[in-house]
């Protein structure tokens, strides 16, 4: 057998397994609090089937992650399997008492996962010279097409420019981010891939819900004043997004003096100065 009858083989075999992998899945039900909670307790007890229980509910969100990073040169197998890793490490970490949906806190481990996985591969993979050509002709040749029929030419398309098989085109595409150097760009995120990889400085994901807990308190104590009141407390200190402003900027956006903005900023202030709100808001503000 050819070297490319067996390359497609290899890359039809390796489609039903993932086919076959989804449909294993696909009726995966989601667990509820209560069950998650229940889990929980049992896993701390270290009860294996009630970590596999948990891990195995949560198995269609990994896919639903590694398709977000597809283009990366990984498979989406490879991908998978570090995800799946990343979902039973978060399993065995998980804390019930917390009061937070698994989902979330997996979420952080299933991510740390997979970029690490591409980061490990950019170090070390490299196109073959003959690929690197091809991929350099196969991009002036969609730039062409794009230019004359402001389309994409489709894989058939590419597949009869260059007479190849047209498996062998749907891996080029895979491939012509080879090789993925950790500047690299993922999607609408500005950080490169070296700033998303999470080290030993970064903060564990109990921590970053802790966090986000507490700026939804704040969140919503804001939200209760008037909105020129909130609105003025939210600039004043770079609250839900907003850049931290003087009171005179604050005026001059809103058109008032800058005495003015200070007695809404006082009186939002003495609103919010129950004892349970202010310890919540003095722990935010310490925080940021």
Known sequence: MGRRATNNLNYVEYE?????????????????????TELGRRIKTGDLDARNELVKANLRFVWSVALEYKNTGITIGDLISSGNLGLITAAERFDETRGFRFISYAVWWV?????????????????????????????????????????????????????????????????????????????????????KIPGSESQQPDEILDKKRLADNVKDYIADLEEREAEVLRHYFGLDGYNEIPLEKIGEKYGLTRERVRQIKELAIRKLKHPRKRKVLLEYWNEI
């Open 16 to 36: 039903k397994s993932l086919a076959a992998y989804w449909k294993d899945i696909a009726d995966s039900t989601p667990l509820s609090s209560e069950e998650e």
């Open 111 to 195: 991510r740390q996962a997979m970029l690490q996985q591409i980061a490990e591969y950019s170090r070390t993979v490299r196109l073959p010279i003959n690929r690197v050509e091809l991929l350099s002709k196969l991009k002036r040749y969609s730039d062409d097409v794009l230019k004359a029929t402001e389309k994409e030419p489709g894989l058939e398309d590419i597949a009869k420019e260059f007479n190849v098989h047209l498996s062998d085109v749907s891996r080029l595409l895979g491939e012509k981010q080879y090789p993925l150097s950790l500047d690299y760009n993922h999607g609408d995120d500005e950080r490169n891939l070296y700033e």
